[in-house]
């Protein structure tokens, strides 16, 4: 079985600049997470997704950071425009439901590192 | 909101010692969900054990074990016969079992550095 899938796996980009990062969950999960990981830092939860729908976006800072999940499977996070404190490791991982609606393990990706000059 | 504090930044064991790192948390929730998670220098964040608070008994995973004390909110975890490939960045991470919409998204402490001494 194929894990969750990031790119890239690393960037660089200077200040105002924007850049954006891809995911793709492992096959028929249909929740999938972004997290924001500062160094020195427990990864913070960013945005869920159920299939195409936000489930919780509360930690998300919509100024700038946005994310889709257009036909329920890959997703993208952008941050447009980047501040120096955007410098972080930006995880993705996915999760299966049961016929409960209880979530099973989170998988994570691994994760895409962005410096912000 | 919930918290998770991990009070031991760095932890330094000797090969095949055993070791327990700590955790607390805090929540006004009955039920949830606690992990322990092993991030190698790689970033891949991997599963080493999870607890379901409603049970009693201490999760165990082969060398990896837990001491879940629900009153007190603490979860700890101990490696038996450390092993080299056992160092890495632990985070504990705390999951709502009752949160409305389906929102489960993980609440992780700080991480504890585990160095393992040859």
């Known amino acids: 079985e194929a894990g969750v899938a990031q790119s890239p796996r690393y960037k660089i980009i200077e200040k105002r600049q924007s850049v954006a990062f891809w995911c793709n969950p492992i096959s028929g999960h249909a929740t999938l997470y972004w997290y924001q990981q500062i160094l020195g830092q427990g990864p913070k939860l960013l945005i869920q997704?159920?299939?195409?729908?936000?489930?919780?976006d509360s930690q998300l800072p919509k100024d700038r950071f946005s994310a889709e999940r257009l036909k329920g499977v890959d997703s993208t996070l952008k941050i447009q425009p980047a501040k120096l404190e955007d410098s972080a490791v930006y995880l993705c991982?996915?999760?299966?439901?049961?016929?409960?609606?209880?979530?099973?393990?989170?998988?994570f990706g691994p994760g895409t590192r962005l410096t912000v000059t | 909101a919930q918290t998770v504090t991990q009070s031991q930044p760095e932890m330094s064991v000797q090969e095949a010692e055993t070791v327990t790192l700590s955790c607390t948390y805090d929540?006004?929730?009955?039920?949830?969900?606690l992990f322990w998670y092993k991030q190698p220098p790689s970033r891949q964040m991997i599963l080493v054990i999870r607890?379901?608070?409603?049970?009693?008994q201490n999760a165990t995973e082969n060398r990896f074990s837990v001491n879940f004390q629900k009153a007190a909110k603490s979860f700890s975890l101990k490696i038996s016969d450390s092993q080299l490939g056992d160092a890495a960045m632990y985070f504990c991470?705390?999951?709502?079992?009752?949160?409305?919409?389906?929102?489960?998204?993980?609440?992780f402490g700080k991480g504890t550095h585990l160095i393992i001494q040859p």
């Open positions: 607890q379901e608070a409603y049970k009693q």
């Open positions: 991982a996915s999760s299966s439901k049961g016929a409960s609606g209880t979530s099973y393990e989170q998988y």
């Open positions: 991470a705390y999951r709502s079992a009752m949160a409305g919409g389906g929102a489960d998204g993980l609440t």
């Open positions: 997704f159920q299939n195409n729908g936000v489930v919780d």
């Open positions: 929540t006004s929730e009955s039920d949830y969900y």
